[in-house]
């Protein structure tokens, strides 16, 4: 089994001293019967005090917490694990789910409710349209060809471009400019997948892509849908495929700005630059 090694370093340089409010880290894998993390370390300066949790959905959450005054506040998590994702394609999909359309069952659907609620009208009539270019609705399909074909779409048509400002474009930004970054194609495609009445939601971790780096980067953003039988299963636009061993999952929301890998505050008057570095290699 292929293992990993992570290394994912912030600096925040500030023009002047200030206090560090609270941080909220999202740096350490999820782990599950797929991916084991070996070793996780994670290093602070200045010196926090951390509190570890897992939020509503499941996502290893740290807390840090600053007493210090600082002009840079660095941040450095290392991760080694193993990757048991060897054939991404080896699930079964309950009978009723097999084609599309289907509708979840009762216990399902309430508690993917969250990860249905669909976008706003106007947003709804030019994805429809959209849709229309992938599958038409007497058209029969299997339900795995259908996400496939959508997200091996995004990938043909759209031109992928790296993103520095914070952030996710809309859906109409996307589809009007022809290009975006990994999450807003994943955003793309989770809208796109709720238009069609099925659960999605948003995944932030890291892509191991030695021969694309300059491409697509290790951090990395990707759609997950609930298939009944199957589970979520991911899906990555950026490099319109099925997600497989070499996708590295972080955090997982129904809203692609609640899970930055670093998020918080500060006080003072100062501004504040933002370096970040990503490495990851395979051992």
């Not at 509190?51 to 991760?79: K, M, P, Y």
């Not at 996307?174 to 999605?200: I, N, P, Y």
């Not at 670093?262 to 490495?279: Q, Y």
Request: hydrophobic fraction near 40%; glycine fraction near 6%; proline fraction near 5%.
């Amino acid at each position: 089994m292929p293992r990993y090694k992570i290394i994912h370093r912030t600096y925040y340089n500030y023009s002047d001293f200030v206090q560090l409010g609270r941080h909220s880290l999202r740096l350490r894998p999820r782990e599950n019967y797929e991916l084991h993390v070996n070793s996780f370390t994670l290093k602070i300066v200045p010196q926090a005090k951390l509190f570890w949790h897992r939020d509503v959905e499941g996502n290893s959450v740290a807390i840090a917490n600053f007493e210090a005054n600082t002009q840079q506040l660095f941040i450095e998590s290392e991760v080694i694990l193993e990757q048991f994702n060897e054939s991404p394609l080896n699930f079964l999909v309950a009978d009723y789910a097999l084609s599309y359309p289907f509708v979840y069952e009762a216990e399902e659907r309430f508690l993917l409710s969250a990860y249905m609620l669909l976008p706003q009208e106007t947003t709804r009539t030019l994805l429809n349209e959209w849709i229309f270019n992938v599958y038409k609705s007497n058209e029969p399909v299997q339900t795995y060809t259908l996400l496939q074909n959508l997200t091996a779409h995004i990938y043909k048509t759209l031109r992928y471009q790296a993103r520095e400002e914070e952030g996710v474009q809309s859906v109409e930004e996307t589809l009007s400019l022809g290009s975006g970054s990994c999450r807003d194609f994943a955003l793309l495609l989770m809208e796109a997948v709720k238009c069609l009445g099925l659960a999605a939601r948003f995944v932030s971790g890291y892509l191991y892509a030695p021969l694309m780096a300059s491409e697509v980067g290790s951090t990395h953003a990707w759609a997950e849908v609930y298939i009944p039988g199957a589970g979520w299963r991911g899906f990555d636009p950026t490099i319109g495929n099925i997600v497989g061993r070499d996708h590295i999952p972080v955090a997982v929301s129904r809203l692609p700005e609640s899970v930055p890998p670093i998020s918080g505050t500060f006080a003072g008057v100062a501004t504040s630059t933002l370096d970040v570095g990503v490495w990851v290699s395979q051992i």
